[in-house]
């Protein structure tokens, strides 16, 4: 049974920073695809950065292009987002997925989310 636990959420004030963690049990990370997506209230997800092919294709959606940093620890079976310089909008509830197969663009597995809040 494949279980992703994500952590690192928390209240932070703008500029500040957060590194969320996403721990996978029954699921390898290395040499797979696994992503961050975060949704507000009334919004679809939105892919806010995701890990292809082994870790060595990486995509961010524009908004946090310079300021998160998505990574990965074979050896902890994690994933992180390292999220700088946060800005209001940052918002939301964050997700870590995960892909069964990584050439079909379809997010298997999800977590239950972890709290991010950036005041002004």
């Known amino acids: 049974q494949v279980q992703l636990v994500e952590s690192g959420g928390g209240s932070v004030q703008a500029g500040g920073s957060l590194r969320l963690s996403c721990a996978a049990s029954g699921y390898t990370v290395s040499g797979n695809c696994l992503g961050w997506f975060r949704q507000v209230p009334g919004k679809e997800h939105e892919e806010v950065a995701s890990l292809d092919t082994g870790g060595t294709n990486t995509y961010y959606t524009d908004s946090v292009k310079g300021r998160f940093t998505i990574s990965q620890d074979n050896a902890k079976n994690t994933v992180y987002l390292q999220m700088n310089s946060l800005k209001p909008e940052d918002t939301a509830m964050y997700y870590c997925?995960?892909?069964?197969?990584?050439?079909?663009?379809?997010?298997?597995?999800w977590g239950q989310g972890t709290q991010v809040t950036v005041s002004p």
């Open positions: 997925a995960a892909r069964k197969i990584c050439s079909l663009y379809l997010w298997n597995y």
